[in-house]
């Protein structure tokens, strides 16, 4: 049977064909129902529908059920639905009542803003799914990663994702890196045939596997697996396959240690105590779980998640999606930043200045060369090529071969032949075209006075700036394959020159990063002397330089020493690139790294941040945190900034939870001490903390301080520490001052005393919001409007709660008017008594 006449059946949708790398192609072919031609668009979407996107977890669309199921699987909210449970079956129906409304108040809270989160975040992943290159009736068009399916006829070039596992109908030295499923750490050759039958995954040379990455050369695959059905699906189902934890997820994470650490020692200890007063043991279980839910920031799933999803609304808003929630933190904490410079200092518009004969002479024939090598090569496109076609459209040839260009040989042959006998045409850069040819063309043989006075004419050009490439080619005999080997005793024809000026507005971005105490170093592959006049046109330094072959020397102990005074890696390779960002991260560096090529994705893999552009190499978005829909260091510059805001805004809610509910739930279970009665009750705990979580949600939108978005802040538990305990003991001063008016000024029972107790405790939480929530005076840092606003009500409504006709269900009674002046007294003082506090903390703890 012809590979291109295989008649399109219906499609089977059960798993890969046994042994699919050992079957003859035509067989293949058949058992997948498609052909070299590919499937038909109608097929294609019928095999989708039937079996499913191709990824290895379903993307679910967000869901109210589902995330309203996640809020109600805390443990806090199970345990206090039994204890409400167990109220009811004794009898206590106003109990229960009042902790399930509660309860449900809370959940509701959080769904409604946790489900406007969840369709954000589904909202900007979708404008960032990666695109393959596949044939649809012998026609190629693009399609997107999942909706690739078993059958579909896929092209390959160097930069794209593999999408699937497949099997080879061609390849041109296709070389894929498949590390992330062998750990191989080389690129491996893969051509068309067939494996033994036993053959293991990494003796497959015939297939493509999901995952990997083409790093050189092209080829045409059939897709044989898709999704949890291809090796590396079948590796998630063996393990829960989990991103890195992040350094702000780990912080979160031992936070919660910290808090219910407390929470165990305060409830068993609350609860020994009632047991040994003789209390109703049902009150004193309700109590104890109260106090746990009092100090926990049961909110903080979706105060984070409402941050984020804030946050990354903002920073598209910018310019900069979100492929990852959890990197924003990163970005925000980022002090050293690597990038190249095509593009993001310079304009990426590269322009061709001239083509050169040897002597440097003008040379029409050495542009007509460059551009047949241009117009016939087929691997990546780069901007040289278009520029070199935009100049000279390349004459009619026929293409017999090409040798594609890769990372290590850093230049690209074809062979072609027009009129004459074949000819192989060499394009690339200087160094590695010159020790490929024996003679110069005009100039005779090549030796080494001829080779200085060429390389001194590239210096030459580099010095002002300009791009150089080198063109050679020889006669060669028609055949059926090129090779490497056949790269020799070629003529050196001439030179090419590019210019890509420097990017208006770099050298301001720059400065302002800098400002930001986040540090520029420019990696690139480029010449030094190139990199140099970029550098210093948008404000580089360039006193201190590494070269690539200075790095191929150096251990790794003396690039630690070096990696962080350097301010140019120039001539580097793609491995080099991942030791530089090693190397600074071993320093104690939070690095980001900007970067658009398949040679980029080893460095984009090392780094904390990893940034990329819409229109990169599919490896190295799929690789990138974040995409930047404009290539521009002060669009990175806005993203550093909302990074640093969704930070602080996340912290605050941390802070304001720690500083109020530590120091009032220490002085309630203290307060079973001294008091002959509980002194509030669990529905009046849990309604306390309800209140005081509302405005909370205000905090993704409220203001923040120019200086805390000034330098990079990073997650730093000591300080946490410290502020939660000395704020807590602040708070549970001002709490045993209140115990005391209300028992020794008001002589309250245990009606009256809760109901003050509960205003006063309510009134701080809010109150103290609004002053730990900047490190400047309160008064000099202004509130998101959300903010001050849900505050205020809660305010008004705190003092009202007494009043209320139900007021008698919830166990308050009507508090005498000097009472609650008495109160907001106390509140004055705290307020006082906290922000001098704050002032003295903040500077003896910078944080």
């Given at each position: 049977?012809s590979?291109l006449t295989s008649v399109?059946r219906?499609?089977?949708?059960?798993?890969p064909p046994a042994?699919?790398?050992n079957?003859?192609l035509?067989?293949?072919l058949s058992?997948l129902?498609?052909s070299?031609?590919g499937l038909?668009?109608a097929?294609?979407?019928r095999?989708?529908?039937a079996?499913g996107?191709?990824?290895?977890?379903?993307?679910r669309?967000?869901s109210r059920?589902r995330?309203?199921?996640s809020q109600?699987k805390s443990?806090l909210?199970?345990?206090?639905?039994i204890?409400?449970?167990?109220?009811?079956?004794?009898g206590?129906?106003?109990?229960a009542?009042?902790?399930v409304?509660i309860?449900?108040?809370?959940?509701l809270?959080?769904?409604?803003r946790?489900?406007?989160a969840q369709?954000?975040i589904a909202?900007?992943?979708q404008?960032?799914t990666p695109h393959?290159k596949?044939?649809r009736?012998?026609?190629?068009?693009?399609?997107l990663?999942?909706?690739?399916?078993p059958g579909?006829v896929?092209?390959l070039s160097?930069g794209?994702?593999?999408?699937?596992?497949?099997?080879l109908?061609?390849a041109?030295?296709?070389?894929?890196s498949?590390a992330?499923?062998?750990?191989?750490?080389?690129p491996?050759e893969?051509?068309?045939?067939?494996?033994?039958p036993?053959?293991?995954l990494?003796?497959r040379?015939?297939?493509?596997?999901?995952?990997?990455?083409?790093?050189?050369?092209?080829?045409?695959?059939?897709?044989?697996a898709?999704?949890r059905?291809?090796a590396l699906?079948?590796i998630?189902?063996?393990?829960?396959?989990r991103a890195?934890?992040t350094?702000?997820d780990r912080?979160?994470?031992?936070?919660g240690y910290v808090?219910?650490?407390?929470?165990a020692v305060m409830?068993l200890?609350v609860?020994?105590v009632?047991?040994?007063l003789a209390?109703?043991?049902?009150e004193?279980?309700?109590?104890?779980l109260?106090?746990?839910?009092?100090?926990?920031?049961?909110?903080l799933?979706?105060?984070l998640?409402?941050?984020?999803?804030?946050?990354?609304r903002?920073m598209?808003?910018?310019g900069?999606?979100v492929?990852?929630?959890s990197?924003?933190?990163?970005?925000?904490s980022?002090d050293?930043?690597?990038?190249d410079?095509?593009?993001t200092?310079?304009e990426g518009?590269?322009?061709?200045?001239?083509a050169y004969?040897p002597?440097a002479?003008?040379s029409?024939?050495?542009l007509g060369l460059a551009?047949?090598?241009?117009?016939?090569?087929?691997?990546?496109?780069?901007?040289?090529?278009?520029?070199?076609?935009?100049a000279h459209p390349g004459?009619?040839?026929?293409k017999?071969g090409?040798?594609?260009?890769?990372?290590v040989r850093?230049?690209l042959?074809?062979?072609v032949?027009q009129?004459?006998e074949?000819?192989?045409i060499?394009?690339?850069?200087?160094t590695?075209v010159v020790?490929?040819?024996?003679q110069?063309?005009?100039r005779?043989?090549?030796?080494?006075?001829?080779q200085?006075e060429?390389?001194a004419r590239?210096d030459?050009?580099?010095q002002q700036?300009?791009r150089?490439?080198?063109?050679?080619?020889?006669?060669?005999?028609?055949?059926?394959r090129?090779?490497?080997?056949d790269e020799?005793?070629?003529?050196?024809?001439g030179f090419?020159a590019?210019?890509d000026p420097?990017?208006e507005g770099a050298?301001?971005a720059?400065q302002a990063l800098s400002?930001?105490?986040?540090?520029?170093?420019l990696?690139?592959g480029?010449s030094?002397r190139?990199?140099e006049?970029?550098?210093?046109?948008?404000?580089l330094g360039?006193?201190?330089v590494?070269?690539?072959r200075?790095?191929?020397?150096?251990?790794?102990?003396?690039?630690?020493h070096?990696?962080e005074k350097v301010?140019?890696?120039?001539?580097?390779?793609?491995?080099q690139k991942e030791r530089?960002?090693?190397a600074?991260?071993?320093l104690g560096h939070?690095?980001g790294?900007l970067g658009?090529?398949?040679?980029?994705?080893?460095?984009?893999?090392?780094a904390?941040a990893?940034?990329?552009?819409e229109h990169a190499a599919?490896?190295a978005?799929?690789a990138?945190?974040?995409?930047?829909?404009?290539?521009?260091?002060?669009?990175?510059r806005?993203?550093?900034?909302?990074?640093?805001?969704?930070?602080?805004n996340?912290?605050?809610?941390?802070?304001?939870t720690?500083?109020?509910?530590?120091?009032?739930?220490?002085?309630?279970a203290?307060?079973?001490?001294?008091l002959?009665?509980l002194?509030?009750l669990?529905?009046?705990i849990l309604l306390n903390?309800?209140?005081?979580?509302i405005?909370?949600?205000?905090?993704?939108g409220?203001?923040?301080d120019?200086?805390?978005?000034?330098?990079p802040r990073?997650?730093n538990m000591?300080?946490l520490?410290?502020?939660m305990?000395?704020f807590g003991?602040?708070?549970?001063v001002?709490d045993?001052?209140?115990?005391?008016?209300?028992?020794w000024?008001f002589h309250?029972?245990?009606?009256?005393f809760?109901?003050?107790?509960?205003?006063?405790?309510l009134?701080?939480e809010?109150?103290?919001?609004?002053v730990?929530?900047t490190?400047?005076?309160f008064?000099r840092?202004?509130?998101?409007?959300?903010l001050?606003a849900?505050t205020?009500?809660?305010i008004?409504l705190?003092?009202?709660?007494?009043?209320?006709?139900f007021?008698?269900?919830l166990?308050?009674?009507r508090?005498p008017g000097?009472l609650?002046?008495?109160?907001?007294a106390?509140?004055?003082?705290?307020?006082?008594a906290?922000?001098?506090t704050?002032h003295?903390?903040?500077?003896r703890?910078?944080?």
């Amino acid at each position: 049977m012809s590979l291109l006449t295989s008649v399109v059946r219906p499609a089977p949708h059960g798993p890969p064909p046994a042994r699919y790398w050992n079957q003859p192609l035509p067989a293949l072919l058949s058992s997948l129902e498609t052909s070299a031609e590919g499937l038909s668009a109608a097929e294609a979407a019928r095999r989708l529908e039937a079996a499913g996107p191709n990824a290895l977890e379903t993307a679910r669309r967000p869901s109210r059920l589902r995330v309203l199921g996640s809020q109600l699987k805390s443990p806090l909210v199970f345990l206090l639905l039994i204890a409400a449970s167990i109220s009811a079956f004794t009898g206590d129906w106003t109990d229960a009542v009042i902790v399930v409304a509660i309860v449900l108040g809370s959940v509701l809270l959080g769904y409604s803003r946790e489900y406007k989160a969840q369709v954000t975040i589904a909202q900007l992943r979708q404008r960032v799914t990666p695109h393959v290159k596949a044939l649809r009736e012998g026609r190629p068009v693009t399609v997107l990663l999942p909706q690739v399916v078993p059958g579909d006829v896929v092209r390959l070039s160097a930069g794209s994702i593999v999408p699937a596992d497949a099997r080879l109908l061609e390849a041109t030295d296709l070389f894929v890196s498949q590390a992330v499923l062998t750990g191989e750490s080389f690129p491996v050759e893969k051509r068309p045939g067939q494996a033994a039958p036993d053959a293991p995954l990494v003796a497959r040379d015939n297939c493509v596997f999901q995952g990997t990455h083409v790093r050189n050369g092209t080829g045409t695959c059939v897709v044989v697996a898709t999704g949890r059905d291809t090796a590396l699906g079948d590796i998630a189902r063996r393990l829960s396959l989990r991103a890195p934890e992040t350094e702000f997820d780990r912080g979160i994470r031992h936070f919660g240690y910290v808090l219910l650490t407390t929470m165990a020692v305060m409830v068993l200890g609350v609860l020994a105590v009632n047991s040994l007063l003789a209390r109703p043991p049902l009150e004193s279980l309700l109590f104890a779980l109260a106090l746990a839910v009092g100090l926990s920031p049961e909110l903080l799933p979706a105060i984070l998640s409402v941050n984020l999803s804030a946050g990354a609304r903002v920073m598209a808003e910018r310019g900069v999606l979100v492929r990852r929630l959890s990197a924003i933190e990163n970005l925000g904490s980022m002090d050293v930043l690597c990038t190249d410079k095509t593009g993001t200092l310079t304009e990426g518009a590269v322009r061709l200045t001239g083509a050169y004969a040897p002597d440097a002479a003008p040379s029409t024939a050495v542009l007509g060369l460059a551009a047949l090598n241009a117009a016939n090569q087929t691997g990546l496109s780069n901007p040289l090529d278009v520029a070199l076609l935009q100049a000279h459209p390349g004459a009619p040839a026929r293409k017999l071969g090409e040798i594609p260009y890769d990372f290590v040989r850093k230049r690209l042959s074809v062979v072609v032949r027009q009129e004459a006998e074949p000819r192989l045409i060499m394009k690339g850069a200087f160094t590695q075209v010159v020790e490929a040819c024996v003679q110069v063309a005009g100039r005779g043989p090549l030796d080494a006075r001829l080779q200085a006075e060429l390389q001194a004419r590239v210096d030459a050009w580099g010095q002002q700036g300009l791009r150089v490439l080198a063109v050679a080619s020889r006669p060669i005999e028609a055949r059926e394959r090129y090779t490497r080997e056949d790269e020799q005793a070629l003529t050196f024809e001439g030179f090419l020159a590019f210019v890509d000026p420097p990017k208006e507005g770099a050298r301001e971005a720059i400065q302002a990063l800098s400002r930001m105490g986040v540090a520029i170093k420019l990696i690139t592959g480029d010449s030094q002397r190139v990199a140099e006049h970029v550098a210093r046109q948008v404000g580089l330094g360039t006193q201190r330089v590494l070269t690539g072959r200075q790095l191929q020397r150096m251990r790794d102990e003396a690039l630690w020493h070096q990696a962080e005074k350097v301010d140019l890696f120039v001539e580097v390779d793609p491995t080099q690139k991942e030791r530089i960002l090693l190397a600074l991260k071993k320093l104690g560096h939070v690095v980001g790294f900007l970067g658009d090529g398949v040679n980029d994705a080893p460095a984009m893999h090392a780094a904390d941040a990893s940034l990329s552009v819409e229109h990169a190499a599919d490896v190295a978005r799929e690789a990138a945190d974040f995409v930047l829909l404009e290539r521009h260091l002060d669009v990175v510059r806005r993203g550093i900034q909302e990074g640093r805001r969704t930070f602080a805004n996340t912290l605050k809610y941390v802070l304001t939870t720690t500083s109020a509910n530590l120091g009032n739930m220490l002085s309630m279970a203290a307060a079973t001490l001294l008091l002959p009665f509980l002194p509030m009750l669990a529905g009046q705990i849990l309604l306390n903390n309800f209140l005081s979580d509302i405005p909370a949600v205000g905090l993704a939108g409220d203001s923040v301080d120019p200086e805390l978005v000034e330098r990079p802040r990073r997650w730093n538990m000591r300080f946490l520490s410290r502020f939660m305990v000395t704020f807590g003991l602040v708070s549970a001063v001002f709490d045993f001052l209140t115990f005391a008016a209300l028992r020794w000024l008001f002589h309250a029972g245990p009606a009256l005393f809760r109901t003050g107790w509960f205003v006063e405790s309510l009134l701080t939480e809010l109150v103290v919001a609004l002053v730990v929530r900047t490190r400047r005076p309160f008064w000099r840092s202004r509130p998101g409007t959300l903010l001050f606003a849900s505050t205020c009500a809660v305010i008004a409504l705190t003092f009202l709660i007494p009043f209320l006709p139900f007021a008698g269900v919830l166990g308050f009674v009507r508090p005498p008017g000097a009472l609650l002046w008495g109160v907001v007294a106390i509140t004055g003082l705290y307020v006082a008594a906290t922000e001098l506090t704050k002032h003295a903390f903040y500077r003896r703890v910078p944080g």
